[in-house]
């Protein structure tokens, strides 16, 4: 149990363009989840919490106007990458709460590896 | 800020030998999980720490939290070369995740 999915594992992009990622809980309710962003060799840097029905709360010195979260169900939540540059080149992992236990415990994903070329 | 640090940085180690990964936090905190990361990899959840005193062993690695020293430690004993990896603590503030630096581990034949 306490399953969750990326798509896509990994996406190529031309500069300027915008890219949208998927994370899902594939067998429990994840009434929050998070974005989290590792560039190589270093650690996890978390980008923004969202819970189901409300707006994302972004991390200081994360961009909300560019990166987008939408969660928009209890199973699925997005994040788009606007107008993508190369720095914004790097692994992006996503993690879910399952809203039906008790624990703090996180889920995480698979992760995407983005390239902007 | 809660500043989460791990030592060493780097680790590369012999086979066979023991050692261990320091995490060291700065504000309070009840919860902590360690993960391994394998290169190109998302994280696995080694394990987690849910109070003063918890200590959790799974093969080769064992795991402690004191809460009052703020610090968490990961040992690992007669190392294997299937442990080469990076590991992270993590300390949850109920809000979030707060990573450590990371422990980059290498075994050596």
């Known amino acids: 149990g306490a399953v969750v999915s990326q798509h896509p594992s990994w996406v190529i992009c031309k500069s300027g363009t915008s890219v949208k990622i998927e994370c899902r809980s594939l067998?429990?309710?994840?009434?929050?989840m998070f974005w989290y962003r590792q560039f190589p060799k270093q650690s996890l840097m978390l980008m923004a919490t969202?819970?189901?029905?409300?707006?994302?709360?972004?991390e200081q010195g994360v961009e909300k106007d560019k990166f987008l979260i939408n969660h928009a169900s209890l199973t699925l939540s997005t994040l788009t990458v606007t107008s993508a540059h190369p720095e914004d080149s790097s692994f992006y992992i996503c993690?879910?709460?399952?809203?039906?236990?008790?624990?703090?415990?996180?889920?995480f994903g698979p992760g995407t590896r983005l390239t902007v070329t | 800020e809660l500043k989460v640090e791990q030592n060493p940085l780097f680790l590369s180690m012999q086979e066979g030998k023991n050692y261990t990964i320091y995490c060291n936090y700065s504000t309070t905190s009840d919860r902590l999980y360690w993960y391994r990361q394998d290169p190109g990899k998302s994280l696995e959840s080694l394990f987690v720490l849910l109070s003063n005193g918890a200590v959790k062993q799974e093969g080769r690695l064992m795991a402690s939290l004191d809460t009052k020293a703020r610090l968490s430690t990961l040992h690992i004993t007669a190392a294997v070369h299937d442990l080469s990896a990076t590991y992270f603590c993590?300390?949850?503030?109920?809000?979030?995740?707060?990573f450590g630096t990371g422990t980059r581990l290498t075994i050596i034949p």
């Open positions: 969202s819970n189901e029905g409300s707006k994302a709360t972004y």
């Open positions: 993690s879910a709460r399952d809203g039906g236990r008790s624990l703090r415990e996180q889920y």
């Open positions: 993590a300390v949850d503030t109920y809000e979030k995740l707060t």
């Open positions: 067998d429990f309710q994840a009434t929050t």
